[in-house]
């Protein structure tokens, strides 16, 4: 960032104190010193908007020690995977509370990779959740498995483990909870559904960067954990993602496996060249690099965000109309890549979702509404009509429409289409008063709703 605004968010940041003690938990309660403001003419009919301040950034980086790192790996002249990527994968691993960690090249790759290992392709069925990023499911494409959708809780916006167990089918091999938006999915009863249906469990914790479930961190439950680490997420470094695992043959596999194939460790044959049919995902040096320093500020923003999150809920779920995100009783902690709530519109006066976002983000709130539902995208008719989809399934077996309807989720739609708000991850780096902010915001649309319905 800019060094104005390097200073900017040192100076949003001093005012709540980064490192404050985590407080998931907590519901402070606080008069609001600014209701009176709420009556006030919207800015979006010409008002003065509640921020008139930037953001911070992102990504952030210390100009001092970051640079350093990374002038390091470059006057070294050693750009490909060595012991800058070992040093980050150690780190990694021993932060998730993983014995192995294999740094790849994005998200999307480690999902794909470690599905690819774990022997799920062709003839499978993976269940998984609606609300997510495309990636979580084109990477059961990829493999030539098919997606199968459970309908999510959207109290919590994740996977609703009871909606999992009546998707079994005599295909299904594996489960994909994706701990979406950074809140721990309800860990116990998938992993109690995985034990007795002999299931894989590949958990997409692209989001979910040190979130953890019952003190334990997403990504260690299943065979696999997998995370995503581009530009936009809470531990930025332009590209890259990382698989980690306890199965040392899994993690040999995953590492011959993004580097062509290649003897890695149990991975060996006596005849020389490639063991295995493989492709080439491996990271470079500098990537770990900044990945090294951006792990260094990790768990401190992770505190902020998560104590923002809580100070944002208590107040803006006052507001009617509004209901923040829930997380599970066994949740200790979430990495909030998004902070998302609930709107209705019938306490709105029937203000549409896309007037109130358009309402918000004029008060200098930065919004959106989120996911589309990724049962309801074209990719998949897409995937099923391809020569390889129709010669192994058949058309009568992969029937579009049968499949559609076997994949309704309508809460989730429900989620999608009216309810969701998004805020960034970012806005949870500002101070307290920005999250008092944010909930005047509300309060003025609030009280306005009727006049910005017939604008
Ligand atoms: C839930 C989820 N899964 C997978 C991915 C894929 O990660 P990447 O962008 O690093 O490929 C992302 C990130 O975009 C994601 O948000």
Same mark, same amino acid.
């Given at each position: 960032m800019g060094e104005l605004n390097r200073r900017k968010f040192i100076k949003l940041n001093s005012v709540v104190g980064?490192?404050?003690?985590?407080? @998931?938990?907590q519901t402070p309660v606080r008069a !609001?010193? !600014? @209701?009176?403001? $709420? +009556?006030?003419?919207p800015a979006i009919l010409g008002g003065n908007p509640v921020v008139d301040h930037d953001w911070p950034d992102w990504p952030i980086w210390n100009p001092e020690t970051d640079e350093k790192r990374l002038l390091e790996v470059m006057r070294s002249g050693v750009w490909s995977r060595k012991n800058v990527t070992q040093e980050f994968e150690q780190k990694w691993a021993e932060l998730i509370g993983s014995k192995r960690c294999l740094a790849l090249v994005n998200g999307t790759n480690a999902l794909i990779t470690s599905f690819a290992n774990l022997d799920i392709g062709w003839g499978d069925e993976v269940i998984t959740t609606p609300y997510s990023f495309i990636a979580s499911t084109a990477s059961i494409l990829f493999n030539g498995a098919i997606p199968v959708f459970a309908d999510i809780d959207p109290k919590t916006f994740q996977i609703d483990p009871a909606k999992?167990?009546? %998707?079994?089918?005599?295909?299904t091999r594996a489960i994909l909870p994706v701990h979406i938006l950074g809140l721990p999915c309800d860990m116990d009863p998938i992993m109690d559904i995985a034990r007795r249906h002999n299931l894989v469990v590949v958990e997409d914790a692209c989001q979910a960067w040190l979130a953890e479930y019952d003190g334990k961190k997403a990504g260690t439950f299943g065979n696999a954990g997998c995370f995503s680490f581009q530009n936009? %997420? +809470?531990?930025?470094?332009g590209e890259g993602g990382a698989i980690v695992s306890d199965d040392d043959a899994f993690m040999d596999r995953c590492f011959s496996y993004h580097n062509y194939g290649m003897p890695y460790g149990s991975v060996k044959s006596d005849r020389g060249g490639a063991v295995m049919s493989g492709t080439k995902l491996r990271i470079t040096e500098y990537q770990c690099a900044i990945g090294l320093a951006q792990l260094e500020r990790l768990d401190e923003q992770t505190d902020m965000r998560s104590e923002n999150a809580a100070y944002l809920s208590a107040m803006i779920r006052e507001v009617p109309g509004i209901t923040p995100y829930e997380l599970y009783s066994k949740v200790t902690r979430a990495s909030f890549h998004l902070y998302p709530f609930r709107y209705d519109q019938r306490e709105f006066k029937g203000l549409p979702r896309a007037k109130f976002l358009s309402a918000l983000s004029a008060e200098g709130i930065p919004c959106s509404s989120g996911y589309i539902p990724l049962n309801k995208m074209p990719y998949l008719e897409n995937a099923f009509n391809s020569k390889n989809f129709k010669k192994y399934y058949g058309e009568k077996e992969l029937n579009i429409d049968r499949y559609n309807e076997e994949n309704e989720c309508p809460l989730n739609d429900k989620l999608c289409y009216e309810e969701a708000v998004w805020l960034p991850q970012? $806005? @949870? @780096?500002?101070s307290r008063r920005d999250m008092e902010s944010i909930r005047n915001a509300i309060g003025k649309i609030h009280a306005n709703a009727e006049k910005l319905k017939n604008s």
């Open positions: 980064i490192g404050a003690t985590y407080a @998931l938990h !609001f010193e !600014f @209701l009176d403001k $709420v +009556n006030q003419q999992i167990e009546e %998707k079994i089918t005599d295909r936009s %997420k +809470n531990i930025p470094i970012y $806005v @949870l @780096l500002g």
